[in-house]
């Protein structure tokens, strides 16, 4: 059974940091390009983030290219998130997904939210 458990997330003051983690099980990360997606209130899904099987290629929305960096460690199963110089508009659950589009499987997420 395909499993992704999201952790990491958290209240955070604007310009703070977290690292979202993602532990999968069930399948072979490292045979898999990976993403995050975010929800925010009464919003519709937003892609985040990917980057491919081996780790060598990412992309970002523009919304958080220079702030955010996506990793993996495909010996331990688990994709990365590490968010810096939060902002507001960054407060969402946040999921992780097989796929470069978030096109397969979901995690249940991890809430995110930037506040002062």
């Known amino acids: 059974e395909v499993q992704l458990v999201e952790s990491g997330g958290g209240l955070v003051q604007p310009g703070g940091s977290l690292r979202l983690s993602c532990a999968a099980s069930?399948?072979?990360?490292?045979?898999?390009?990976m993403s995050w997606v975010r929800q925010a209130p009464g919003k519709g899904p937003e892609w985040v983030s990917a980057i491919n099987s081996a780790g060598g290629s990412t992309d970002y929305a523009d919304s958080v290219k220079g702030r955010f960096t996506i990793s993996r460690d495909n010996a331990q199963n688990t994709l990365y998130l590490q968010m810096n110089s939060l902002k507001l508009e960054d407060t969402a659950v946040y999921y992780c997904?097989?796929?470069?589009?978030?096109?397969?499987?979901w995690g249940q997420g991890t809430q995110v939210t930037v506040s002062s």
């Open positions: 069930g399948f072979t990360l490292g045979k898999h390009d």
């Open positions: 997904a097989v796929g470069w589009t978030a096109n397969d499987y």
